[in-house]
């Protein structure tokens, strides 16, 4: 079975600029999460889906951040404009229905650095 | 005062050492227990979960949670060199609770295992 994909890996830009993430979960899953990791921290959730609704996104910035799920399969993230405080790990995890947040599956995450 | 404490660390241990990692909490909701295993420049890896409660073995992994300290632990038998990693404990109310759906990380505790 073939894991979460996530690209890029490794981004860099100055601020101000704007960028996005994709990711590709398990095949079947439901319910997509997007994560921030600030070093030294644990992830936080900026969003989760629900096929190609949003569940909740209370924590995430909406000023700057947006997210989507078109067709209920990838998602992509965006930044824009980046701040320096945005330099981070951005996970994205899936599972296979809300119910079962216990068998989250993670990416290898994208890092980015805002310079 | 964070939802979820955990101590960062690090932590460096002789081979086939008794390893206890541990977290406290203080929303009284949490139900689920989680314990994620993260190597560097990957994403968290999903290693037990534990509903309520009591004790849950698998392999050389104990958790243990004791919801009226509100306090979980990790517990790794015969560490191996394999085992060096950041170890992140996570906790939810679940999907029916108040506790809310999402999972709240601790900050991870950076172990090393060594020859």
């Known amino acids: 079975e073939a894991g979460v994909a996530q690209s890029p890996r490794y981004k860099i830009i100055e601020k101000r600029q704007s960028v996005a993430f994709w990711c590709n979960p398990i095949s079947g899953h439901a319910t997509l999460y997007w994560y921030q990791q600030i070093l030294g921290q644990g992830p936080k959730l900026l969003i989760q889906?629900?096929?190609?609704?949003?569940?909740?996104d209370s924590q995430l910035p909406k000023d700057r951040f947006s997210a989507e799920r078109l067709k209920g399969v990838d998602s992509t993230l965006k930044i824009q404009p980046a701040k320096l405080e945005d330099s981070a790990v951005y996970l994205c995890a899936s599972s296979f229905s809300p119910g079962r947040l216990y068998e989250q599956y993670f990416g290898p995450g994208t890092r980015l650095t805002v310079t | 005062q964070k939802e979820v404490e955990q101590d960062p660390g690090p932590l460096s241990v002789p081979e086939g050492a008794i390893v206890s990692l541990n977290c406290t909490y203080s929303n009284s909701a949490f139900q689920y227990f989680m314990w994620y295993r993260q190597y560097s420049r990957k994403g968290p890896e999903l290693l037990m979960y534990?509903?309520?409660?009591g004790n849950k073995e698998d392999g050389r992994f104990t958790a243990q949670v004791d919801k009226s300290s509100k306090y979980i632990s990790l517990f790794i038998r015969d560490s191996q060199p394999s085992d060096s990693a950041t170890y992140l404990c996570?906790?939810?109310?679940?999907?029916?609770?108040?506790?809310?759906?999402?999972?709240?990380f601790g900050t991870g505790t950076q172990l090393k295992v060594e020859l």
């Open positions: 534990t509903y309520s409660s």
């Open positions: 996570a906790m939810s109310g679940g999907i029916l609770t108040g506790g809310g759906n999402k999972l709240t």
């Open positions: 889906f629900q096929n190609n609704g949003v569940v909740d």
